[in-house]
C-alpha cells in the first residue's frame, strides 16, 4: 500500500525552524517527485517547494526562497523540508506529494500524506 506519512511539525516562535519528514512506504520514492505542500485556514493550497529523483532540481515558492531547504535520503526513503526563519504567515497544514512532474502544482501529484500542522506563533 502506497503510503506518505509526514511528521516534524508543531509550535514554534517566529524566526525559529523546523524540519519536516516525509517517508515513504509500499513504494520507492527515489523514483518520483516529492513535493511539499500547505494549507492555511480559509486559504487554498499553495506548493511550497519540489525535488526532483533525476537530477536534484529543486523548486521554491518565491515566499520561501532562502528559507527553507529540500532534500532527500533515498537510503531511508523519506524527504524533508528544512524551514528556517519562519514566519506567522507559514502556519498551515504542511503535506507532502509524490509524482511525476517537476510543479509546484498539486495537480501533478498522485499520492499523498495525511498532513502535518505547523504553527508559528508567540
Known amino acids: 500500500q502506497v503510503q506518505l506519512v509526514e511528521s516534524g511539525g508543531g509550535l514554534v516562535q517566529p524566526g525559529g525552524s523546523l524540519r519536516l519528514s516525509c517517508a515513504a512506504s509500499g513504494f520507492t520514492s527515489a523514483n518520483y517527485i516529492i513535493g511539499w505542500f500547505r494549507q492555511a485556514p480559509g486559504k487554498e493550497r499553495e506548493g511550497v517547494s519540489c525535488?526532483?529523483?533525476?537530477?536534484?532540481?529543486?523548486y521554491y515558492v518565491d515566499s520561501v526562497k532562502g528559507r527553507f531547504t529540500i532534500s532527500r535520503d533515498n537510503a531511508k526513503n523519506t524527504v524533508y523540508l528544512q524551514m528556517n526563519s519562519l514566519k506567522p504567515e507559514d502556519t498551515a497544514v504542511y503535506y507532502c506529494a509524490a509524482g511525476a512532474t517537476m510543479a509546484l502544482s498539486g495537480n501533478e501529484y498522485d499520492y499523498w500524506g495525511q498532513g502535518t500542522q505547523v504553527t508559528v506563533s508567540t
Open positions: 525535488i526532483s529523483h533525476s537530477d536534484g532540481a529543486k
